[in-house]
């Protein structure tokens, strides 16, 4: 099954028009409205079905018009507020409060004062809002938010920008949000989850990805199937793929442990753990199946699959010249944590990264990913899918920016959204803990972008797993991620 498409507004509007040529009746707005009114009589379900509605001056309040219409003919008790000026509606939202009106409907310009409703439906902005709301409107979305009501968001939260998931000065915060035609990536990373609530996709009949190829894609969970077949019996250790991780300076031993135990518990067959600190141990007595090595003799051992390089690694000029010469190895290089900011800092290492032979994957934060593009961290997060690109393009590597919504991208330019994770991730060693799971499924054989993209799918899902057996989200840990990503991976296959 293809990945579910996700398009920026551009490319909607592209696919509207695309859409109202190949089959222009029903209007695209009378099938949203159709859509988002079947779901909200679902969601008012035996209540007394008092809802409001609130309407704005695009086509995003058509659509909401459109809802109230078959809401009142279905008996329900709806309120309807216009915050837009009739005469400058787009003609199909025109043609909308017409048949409101025809229905026996009025219209308010305010809330009214101790309103009491069962359902509120928000279409006072769209994916066409290109600025934040003011004045009046942003007022409106202040007491939208503070009704206390369930909110159905048409298309995407009013306020969030529907392809960076930023808040645009106020936003409203949905309990649910119906999106039409095709998800959006707003709606999926950065300020987006916090406001959309639960998603429903309506596709209004239409198969987008026919009309219009999508370079997005949504990261779901059948990313899984396409990784690690089943093992013949006649197997040994070494077909497992060995693993090499380089980092643990004095003080951040666990980072590299972490990432180890990940990569033997997603089944790697040999791992080798290169550590900086002046006086590393020669046992992990928790693990004592990870091999412990001078990182020197890890590199030189030449029978490594995969390397890896930054976790625990520090910035020191020894750490600079492990990570020089693990630049050099003709194997496929995971790179995190201090190993990319020891790139961002040395021109020289940069532009080895944009050289290697074999494939380079790279697993920053926000702030990481900042000092690679040699931006502010704000602006990272300004564009969340944009800044990943960018710097999948200028590494010649397949990043993974990590976060609410983690993005990632190929240096061709495609890119996904991954659907999976919850904030009990944001705890120490998780990110060690992913790239030790992306390092073992590369041991294994998995192809490069196949294998990032499964590790980042699995790392959040077993997080999911947990906090919905209620280990979480608050107190998850690296290591319990380890455990129930095993167990997921293994029930993959």
Excluded at 4 to 20: F, G, H, I, Q, V
Excluded at 131 to 147: F, M, Q, V
Excluded at 190 to 199: M, Y
Excluded at 328 to 355: C, E, F, Q, S, T
Aim: hydrophobic share 45%; glycine share 12%.
């Amino acid at each position: 099954m293809a990945a579910p498409p996700l398009y920026t507004t551009s490319a909607l509007r592209k696919l509207e028009a695309l859409a109202d040529a190949a089959s222009p009746s029903p209007t695209l707005m009378e099938r949203a409205g159709a859509a988002a009114a079947e779901y909200a009589r679902g969601l008012c379900g035996d209540k007394s079905k008092d809802v409001l509605v609130v309407g704005g001056p695009g086509n995003n309040g058509g659509d909401a018009l459109e809802a109230a219409t078959h809401l009142k003919r279905g008996f329900f008790r709806v309120t309807v507020v216009l915050a837009a000026e009739r005469d400058k509606l787009p003609q199909d939202a025109r043609n909308a409060l017409g048949k409101w009106e025809a229905a026996g409907g009025t219209l308010l310009a305010d809330l009214p004062r101790d309103g009491r409703f069962d359902l509120v439906v928000d279409g006072l902005f769209g994916i066409g809002l290109s600025r934040p709301p003011a004045g009046a409107h942003a007022a409106l979305i202040e007491k939208l938010n503070a009704l206390g009501a369930p909110i159905l968001s048409l298309d995407i939260p009013s306020g969030i920008n529907a392809d960076t998931g930023a808040v645009m000065g106020r936003a409203v915060r949905a309990s649910h949000t119906i999106t039409f035609i095709a998800h959006k990536p707003g709606l999926l990373t950065l300020d987006g989850p916090d406001h959309c609530g639960e998603i429903r996709l309506e596709t209004l009949g239409l198969d987008p990805a026919k009309l219009l190829a999508a370079n997005g894609q949504l990261l779901d969970k059948d990313i899984l199937a396409r990784v690690l077949s089943p093992r013949r019996r006649n197997f040994h250790k070494g077909m497992a793929g060995s693993v090499g991780i380089l980092g643990g300076a004095a003080g951040m031993v666990g980072a590299a442990v972490i990432a180890g135990r990940a990569a033997l518990k997603c089944g790697a067959g040999r791992i080798y753990l290169g550590l900086l600190t002046p006086r590393p141990p020669y046992l992990d007595y928790s693990q004592p199946e990870l091999m412990l090595r001078k990182p020197r003799d890890v590199l030189e051992k030449g029978l490594l699959n995969v390397v890896v390089a930054g976790p625990g690694m520090g910035k020191s000029k020894a750490a600079a010249d492990l990570l020089r010469a693990a630049l050099k190895a003709p194997v496929p290089l995971v790179l995190d944590a201090d190993a990319l900011n020891l790139i961002a800092a040395n021109r020289p290492l940069a532009a080895a990264v944009g050289k290697r032979a074999a494939a380079t994957l790279l697993t920053p934060h926000p702030a990481e990913a900042a000092r690679l593009l040699g931006e502010g961290t704000r602006a990272v997060q300004a564009d969340r899918v944009a800044s990943a690109r960018r710097l999948a393009q200028r590494t010649r590597s397949f990043v993974v920016l990590k976060g609410n919504g983690s993005v990632i991208a190929a240096p061709n330019g495609k890119w996904w959204i991954n659907s999976s994770g919850n904030p009990g991730m944001a705890s120490a060693g998780m990110g060690d803990a992913l790239t030790g799971i992306i390092a073992a499924l590369l041991a294994q054989g998995t192809e490069p972008l196949t294998a990032l993209l499964a590790g980042v799918y699995l790392h959040g899902a077993a997080a999911d797993e947990l906090a919905a057996t209620g280990i979480g989200p608050v107190g998850i840990t690296a290591s319990e991620v380890i455990d129930r990503a095993r167990a997921l991976l293994n029930r993959s296959r």
